[in-house]
Structures are given as C-alpha cells and as structure tokens.
C-alpha cells in the first residue's frame, strides 16, 4: 500500500462544462435546518476530514495540485442555481453546504471521492449537528468521529505490483447500445441547455424486500429490470435494439482498498435487447444478476485498478496542462466503456445509526441521463430519477412499471438538479 495524494485530482482533467463530475446529496431532516448549528458543525467535523480541505492550483509541471485550504468549510443559503465549488463564493473550497428548511444539500467534487467517501464527511457533520441540537445520538458504526486520527488505511492506495495478474474464469460478453446517444449529444452541444431535472420516487423498504424476495433478487437488478421495461416503452422499436444498461460495483475490498475515502467504482454491463421486453421481471432479473456476478470478479477488479493506474500514468506523461485534459478525455474509462442507455446505482443500505430517526429522505443527485441513484433507509428506499430534459414520460413510465409488478410508491414534482460547477485554475 502507499499514500498518493495526487490520486485525488485526476477526475479534474476530465472536467467538462456540461459534465462536471460533481455529487450532490440531499439530506432532508424532519425538522427545519438552524444555520448557526449547521456552521459550527460543518467546521468541527471538515477538521476530521483534512484529505477533503484542500484548493486546487496548477503547479510548474502544468498538474492539478491539492493545497491545505484554511478557509471555513462553506454553509451557505440554497439559490436554486449552481454553485461555484472552487470559487471565491466557496473559499476555494471542493466541498461545500447548502441549506434551506429542512434540506441539507452537500455538495462535492467527484474527483476525490465518490458517494462512499462523501457519506465520510456527511456523516460526520450531520452528526456534530444533530447531537448539538438534540443530545446525545446513538453514533453509525463507521462513523469517523471528530477528533479521532486519521487511519493510514484512509488515506493509503493499493499497490499495483502487490496485486494478483490472473485472467476471469470468463468474460461477461456484450455489446454498446446507440439508443439514447442523438438525445444526449443535442443536450451536450446545445448552448440554452443548462439545467436538468429529477424525480424523487419513495418505495416502502418493507414492500419492496418482500417483493425482491419473491423473485430471488437485488435492489441493483430488479431496478435494472424495472428501467429496461422503462426504456423499451420509450424508445420507439427497432427489431436489433441494444437497450442495455450499467449497474454501478464497488470494487474496493477485491483490491484490499477496504477504509479508503477515494473512490472505486465501476459499471456493470448487463445486456438487453428489443426481443426481451415482454419478459417477466423475474427473468429479467435473473439475467442481470448473471451478468453483474459474471463482471464482479475479483481478477477484473484488479484488472481495473491496473487500468486506472496506467491512464494516471499517461497524464502524468504530458508535457503541459492542456495536453493532460487532452490525454484525461480521450483515455476515460467512463467514455471508453461499453455504452449503455440507463443507469442504475446503489451501493446497499447506508448505516445512519441514531441519526436516521430525524432523517426522512436521502437522495444523490449526479450527472447523467436516465440515471437511477437510489438510497435506502430502514423505512424507505428513495429513488433519484434523473433526467436531461423536460419530458417526463420516462419517469411515468418507470412508476407504470412499479404499479404493475403491486409496488406502492410515491413520487415528487419535476426538481432542477443545479449541480455545482468547478473553478479550476488554467495556470
């Protein structure tokens, strides 16, 4: 294992305006949020996290670079516009809070950290605050207590040369799908596109177990077979369609990367196709939970990590800053893989400890087009349901699918989901 801090700024090369890699995470609280807490709670707990209180500047070389950044951790009134993460407004700051009535909205660069990492700091800080304003709380399990010291597992990074080099049992083999790419690249080119939009969906835990239960299957895969009935609906039909779509995998215990805040997620490839549509969602759930065991592999893990290392290894070979953007865009693992029309991403029940009993809601809010992100407490799983435009008939779609298979739910009005944006410096 070894310690790389520069691990964390290679996502920045990838910044695009448009797609910006940044995670916001709404927490709603039963009760309505008080600044003066929420602030002196945000600055005790980021002291926890020095890994997450860093400014980015280009160093001689032209690299991003992570200084410690002293400025206040930002908490700051929700605008309904996005916020400049990097910027005067946030102190330079990657990570920042908004709040308005009873919603908290954490809001983070996705290149140090993904959700997993993120619930490291949104813990910690939803937990100064709420023993500050109700007493003591039963802490989460894993939860990173302030004052506590930073474990060297936190913070280390595999060694590629330490890893195994054997070759999967088999390869999952599949196939990209262009259904959905027109939709999106008019989104990405078109200069009066700006916002985008989300549905929050909130299925009973009970209801929706007891179903998963009877079909032998994973929140991850039903809800993949779910959106597929979804996209099949909406796209119109096309005999040799690929509707395919990716299941997100944390793969960071296969490479013994087990404590780490950063991030270590893939996408799982499942394969659909036009002629499957009228398919039960029983066997279409079966297919997919083939298909993520096939790709969940502990060889492809590695294999994935050496990847990763080999693309920072590229960067680090440009002569200048624009030549490393260059390099980051064109070698991306999330644009080089197998291209699928939906999304689908949940990482398991999140451990809230005490706190769960004056939380209601949790949703991740990120970018992407008919991406799911899905959040589960012991009560309810809430669904992130998002889109790139206005056109709400994927959504009634989705929820036309639920109703069918007896799933109560309920759903929100049309969200703008103003991700932050990123000031990054150019020299």
């Known amino acids: 294992m070894k310690v790389n801090d520069k691990y964390d700024t290679y996502l920045l090369y990838e910044y ?7 995670v916001r995470i709404l927490v709603k609280l039963n009760e309505k949020a008080d600044p003066k807490l929420l602030y002196e709670a945000a600055q005790e707990a980021i002291t926890r996290f020095p890994y997450f209180a860093v400014k980015v500047r280009v160093d001689g070389s032209g690299s991003f670079v992570l200084d410690h950044n002293e400025n206040p951790i930002p908490v700051l009134p929700e605008e309904n516009k996005r916020l400049m993460l990097g910027s005067d407004k946030t102190g330079g700051h990657l990570f920042a809070i908004t709040y308005r009535d009873n919603c908290v909205w954490f809001n983070f660069s996705h290149s140090p950290c993904g959700a997993h990492g993120g619930l490291f700091w949104i813990k910690s800080t939803l937990y100064q605050y709420l023993t500050k304003k109700y007493g003591p709380i039963t802490a989460p399990a894993d939860l990173k207590m302030v004052g506590t010291p930073v474990s060297e597992k936190e913070r280390e990074l595999p060694d590629v040369s330490e890893l195994p080099d054997d070759e999967p049992i088999k390869r ?21 596109a700006k916002d985008n939009y989300y549905y929050e969906i909130i299925i009973p835990t009970d209801k929706f177990m007891e179903y998963a239960r009877s079909i032998d299957g994973s929140p991850n895969t039903i809800l993949a ?25 944390d793969y960071r215990n296969d490479i013994g990367a087990n404590e780490s805040y950063r991030d270590f997620t893939r996408l799982l490839h499942i394969m659909y196709t036009r002629d499957m549509e009228n398919d039960p969602i029983e066997k279409l759930n079966r297919m997919a939970r083939g298909a993520v065991i096939l790709q969940m592999q502990p060889e492809l893990s590695c294999e994935r990590y050496r990847n990763v290392e080999e693309i920072h290894k590229g960067i680090d070979a440009q002569p200048d800053l624009k030549s490393r953007k260059k390099y980051a865009a064109s070698h991306s693992l999330f644009r080089s893989d197998t291209r699928d029309v939906f999304n689908v991403s ?19 809010i990120t970018d992407g087009d008919f991406m799911l992100e899905v959040n ?5 799983f809430c669904l992130c349901f998002q889109l790139i435009n206005k056109d709400r008939k994927p959504v009634d779609l989705f929820c036309r699918v639920l109703e069918e298979e007896g799933l109560p739910y309920t759903l929100s009005e049309m969200k703008t989901r103003y991700l932050p944006d990123i000031e990054l410096p150019k020299r």
């Open 172 to 192: 999952y083999e599949g196939k990209s799908s262009k259904v959905g790419l027109g939709r999106f690249l008019k989104y990405l080119f078109n200069p009066f």
């Open 346 to 364: 949940y990482v398991g029940q999140t451990d809230w400890g005490g706190m769960e009993d004056y939380i209601s809601e949790v949703h991740s």
């Open 225 to 249: 077979a779910f959106f597929f009935k979804t996209i099949a609906r909406y796209f119109p039909a096309k005999p040799d369609d690929i509707l395919s779509g990716r299941v997100a995998d």
């Open 16 to 22: 695009m305006k448009k797609v910006s890699f940044t």
């Open 376 to 380: 589960a407490l012991k009560d309810k």
